[in-house]
Nanobody, 126 residues
């Protein structure tokens, strides 16, 4: 089992950048594929980005492709989400999640992930 903790959220202006981090207070992240999801008020939680156990494979939602970058440092037990060119539509609670299953491509479905962090708020003003 792994307990996830996110950090790095905040209030920024459109066009700014933020870097979110996800660490494990217990457990080892290298055993899991990892994903970032977000949930805006009144909307369903949606996939943002995923990364394989080794970090060799990543995938992104079309809405963030080219602006967001997911990465991991297994030695530091950390997964990050670099968010550039932020837009008001990116405003949401961002959560990291861990997937125990071995997959060629990181999962994009909420139900495919086994462990979740509490989330961190990202607010982008226009």
């Amino acid at each position: 089992q792994v307990q996830l903790v996110e950090s790095g959220g905040g209030l920024v202006h459109a066009g700014d950048s933020l870097r979110l981090s996800c660490t494990a207070s217990t457990g080892t992240l290298s055993m899991y594929a990892m994903g970032w999801f977000r949930q805006a008020p009144g909307k369903e939680r949606e996939f943002v980005a995923g990364i394989s156990r080794s970090g060799g494979t990543t995938n992104y939602a079309d809405s963030v492709k080219g602006r967001f970058t997911i990465s991991r440092d297994n030695a530091k037990n950390t997964v990050s989400l670099q968010m550039n060119s932020l837009e008001p539509a990116d405003t949401a609670v961002y959560s990291c999640a861990a997937d125990r299953a071995r997959k060629v491509v990181p999962a994009t479905g909420v139900n495919e992930y086994d462990y979740w962090g509490q989330g961190t708020q990202v607010t982008v003003s226009s």
